[in-house]
């Protein structure tokens, strides 16, 4: 479906490049119709991105294929679970930042609703995926969600982090991990306390399903199933040393530990 | 004043896209207004960049700087911000832009 011509853009809500600019469109596919988002290269915040040690834009637009391509290559639960990514190289574009990730729109709106009911194993395996990749920013809004419930990771340019890089400040940033490691409670700045009490108990502790692939990454030749050729060697480095510890502690690593 | 408005998506069972203003929010000084929607989805505590300061800063560094330079931290395509400076209620001045565009992406095979 993402082997698509050449897109024509058109001003969606205003006729002025973004900040942080995202395209919206469609492609049709199967007898329907699927919502996609592209985020060319130039609308990444350089400032933002540099504060959370994402100097390269075109790496921040990588990771959101590297995100895909992992999780693709783990399999259920989580090819189920992270929105897939394909990176778009528009026709005669003569700059590399009119390049970048072509995302498919996951179904459902940002945010879990409360009080999570149901939502137990969809943020255990979330959880297992954003210590895996080192996220930087999955805070409530960067996800989507339905009651049925459904959930869908989005956003991963701030990811494949390494250790010290900053991570984001803000209260429901980890949001799955720090789920399973038993918080229920995020209490927003200015803000209403938001109760995930709903959730049912869920422990760091890997499970099977965990382990395997765990296994499966490092157990390869050190490609990390090919994850490694997207990313740059220090990013690969500790991919696999998260992958690693994970392994080794047989728990999953908690928000901001990258 | 810089008035706030966030703007959230839907994708439903269908593939159709449904955006929605979700919540509106005023700025004065270090005083914010809830005005309208949800409120959860405030984030007054998102760190945004500012070049005033040259950092990352949230509402308690500078409110108005912070809700100014909010837009700049969304780009998750499922939730984003406008900020608009507003000095009377009479007239105001569209400071930020809203990042969402949209291009037609026709499949061939």
Known sequence: MLDAPTPAYAPHHSPSAGVNSVLSGTADHGGRRWTLFFKPLYGVDQPTAHAFGQDSVVDLGL???????????????????????VWLDPPGALDIRASGPVIFGMGGAPGVPEPGVGF??????????????GSQDRHDGNLRSSRAPSLGLIDHGFAFARPGDYHNSYPTAGFFQRLRFGQRQFALWHGPVLDYSGVGPLSPALAAHEQAA?????????????????????????????????HRAQEILPAADF | MIRLRIFINEIGPDGELTERLAAELDVRGQ???????????VQVGMPV???KYGRLIDFDTDGEEWARNLPSAYRSGALYVTAEEVADP???????????MAFAYQHRT
Request: net charge negative.
């Open chain 1, 63 to 85: 990771h959101e294929v590297a995100a895909w391509w992992l999780a693709r290559e783990l399999g259920p639960p989580w090819s189920d679970l992270v929105a897939p990514a």
């Open chain 1, 120 to 133: 137990d194993q969809l943020v255990s395996d979330a959880a297992f995926f954003d210590a895996l990749i």
């Open chain 1, 214 to 246: 765990l296994a499966k990454l490092i157990g390869t030749s050190g490609d990390l199933l090919g994850i490694a050729q997207l990313l740059p060697d220090d990013r690969a480095q500790a991919l696999r040393e998260r992958a690693r510890r994970m």
């Open chain 2, 31 to 41: 005083q914010l207004e809830f005005t309208a929607g949800d409120s959860r989805l």
């Open chain 2, 49 to 51: 960049y500012s070049a």
């Open chain 2, 90 to 100: 009479g007239a105001s001045q569209h400071v930020e832009k809203l990042p969402a």
